[in-house]
Antibody
């Protein structure tokens, strides 16, 4: 059974770069038709998608964060990572990694949901 | 960007009741790209429904999804104590995921 685990600093200073890693266990990050996503949730608020990556390196980002976000993948370590630059207090949130399941063939793809999530890690931006 | 609106914001109900949650999109969404999640306090979201009407693995059949175009619905046929939670709809379009603001189902 595939499991995801986020890791990284819980406290980041304003203007610095937030860096998180999601480690995939119980399966290969390269197997299957999966994208790997980052989502965040400020305390008491809703979910915001940050971006995702395929193991080929192809990625998409939320336009609202695109200028500050980089998502990368390391297939040898079975991990994918998030970097968010120039952080402010507004970036304080619980950060989740998740697996997206896709099926079908071009151009008829089907999205089968984000079926596996990490437990989330709290990141606070404060001096 | 497609904006999702969920209503109502909060529902206060009793175990055993039937629940209908609404998710409305600002423009048409492909049913293939609409999902529903349940989130309990301190936990990650859990996938309930994908493709607007397909139950995810292990999801009880009291949960069902329907809809098309701009209007989608999640129905819980009979509320169990473990169903009190926040429910989010999610869509994918133009290489972007968006979530609705959520509907909280709490105990009356």
């Amino acid at each position: 059974q595939v499991q995801l685990q986020e890791s990284g600093p819980g406290l980041v200073k304003p203007s610095q770069t937030l860096s998180l890693t999601c480690t995939v266990s119980g399966g290969s990050i390269s197997s299957g038709s999966y994208y790997w996503s980052w989502i965040r949730q400020p305390a008491g608020k809703g979910l915001e998608w940050i971006g995702h990556i395929y193991t080929s390196g192809s990625n998409d980002y939320n336009p609202s964060l695109k200028s500050r976000v980089t998502i990368s993948v390391d297939t040898s370590e079975n991990q994918f990572s998030l970097r968010l630059s120039s952080v402010t207090a507004a970036d304080t949130a619980v950060y989740y990694c998740a697996r997206e399941v896709w099926s079908g063939y071009y151009p008829h793809y089907h999205y089968n949901g984000m079926d596996v999530w990490g437990q989330g890690t709290t990141v606070t931006v404060s001096s | 960007e497609i904006v999702l609106t969920q209503s109502p914001g909060t529902l206060s109900l009793s175990p055993g009741e039937r629940v209908t949650l609404s998710c409305r999109a600002s423009q048409s969404v492909s049913s293939s790209y609409l999902a529903w999640y349940q989130q309990k306090p301190g936990q990650a979201p859990r996938l309930l429904i994908y493709g607007a009407s397909n139950r995810a693995t292990g999801i009880p059949d009291r949960f069902s999804g329907s809809g098309s175009g701009t209007d989608f619905t999640l129905t819980i046929s009979r509320l169990e104590p473990e169903d009190f939670a926040v429910y989010y709809c999610q869509q994918y379009g133009s290489s972007l995921f968006t979530f609705g603001p959520g509907t909280k189902v709490d105990i009356k």
